[in-house]
């Protein structure tokens, strides 16, 4: 005898990035996030990440910084870990996957980084093509300028100057994407493109890089009038939650990267969180729990 087995992949479930309009269709509009390493089962996945949570190996504080679409947002949120994404390129193009990474990363601290095209010029342009690009995800952000590698500077610094002023004055003005500000340097980058001695944006949030593989600030010199940073970048190309990321440190409580457009008090609901609880997570979130109140 000839067996045939046929085997269909069910067509339930909506796989494009609207919204949920309530806890019913919550569960129908995840994103598919298969992973290439080979967690083909979703429930082994889940039970492996349940035991890395319970150990305290993935529960680092993490913020992740990528350049490339986020395959996996439920492993961001139970790793409590906050992500950047790249919306601008330093070739004048939008990245293609920022807007896509935001929805599927709408249950974590997010934002976006903006890599100038100076030789590009139009300053203004560059962001008001970041907002046309990102729009539409219910969200405000603060995204971050990247002042970094000189040799994609040429000119004087005076004209790097006006160039970033003018980005600023863009992003304050475009109030239907961003909230304010921030930037991603370093000393050497900052004092060799714009002078130390500039320090107009000095009460802005500053990311710093230093890749010295240590989450702490005690590397940190200050420049550019800045005397404390909000993240430093400490190790990079690292895998994470199935995507390659830089890795960068932030203090607890200080790393508030959006605001909720229909609810600016907060980001997202907790309601909203809890519909996307399996009975697995429910169990690993009861165990967390108690874990904690032991240490109390």
């Known amino acids: 005898f000839v067996f045939y087995f ?50 305290g190996f993935l529960k680092a504080n993490y913020t992740a910084d990528m350049r490339e679409l986020l395959r996996d947002p439920e492993c961001f949120l139970n790793t409590d870990t906050s992500a950047i994404f790249r919306a601008y390129k330093s070739n004048g193009q939008v990245d293609p996957y920022a807007k896509d990474s935001l929805i599927r990363g709408r249950e974590i601290e997010c934002s976006i980084y903006i890599s100038p095209c100076f030789k590009c010029s139009n300053p203004r342009k560059q962001i008001t093509d970041t907002c046309d690009a990102i729009y539409g995800t219910d969200f405000t952000y603060y995204p971050y300028i990247v002042i970094e590698d000189p040799e994609l500077w040429p000119g004087d610094i005076s004209s790097h100057r006006k160039f970033i002023e003018q980005m600023v004055l863009e992003v304050l003005n475009l109030k239907r994407c961003f909230i304010d500000v921030r930037f991603r340097t370093t000393k050497y980058d900052w004092e060799t493109i714009v002078g130390n001695d500039w320090t107009i944006y000095s009460e802005k949030d ?91």
């Open 206 to 296: 500053l990311w710093y890089v230093s890749n010295d593989k240590k989450k702490d600030f005690d590397d940190f010199v200050p420049f550019g009038g800045w005397k404390t940073p909000i993240l430093k970048q400490y190790d990079q190309d690292e895998m994470h939650c199935f995507n390659n990321v830089n890795l960068n440190y932030q203090p607890k409580g200080k790393m508030k990267q959006k605001m909720n457009l229909n609810n600016p008090q907060t980001s997202v609901s907790y309601t909203h969180l809890r519909a996307h609880e399996t009975s697995l997570h429910l169990v690993c979130r009861l165990l967390l729990e108690k874990k904690k109140n032991k240490r109390q």
């Open 6 to 55: 046929f085997f269909f992949q069910a067509e339930d479930g909506i796989r494009d990035p609207l919204w949920s309009r309530g806890l019913g269709d919550v569960y129908k509009r995840q994103v598919s996030t298969q992973s290439t390493w080979g967690f083909q089962n979703l429930f082994m996945k889940e039970i492996i990440l349940c035991f890395l949570l319970l150990a």
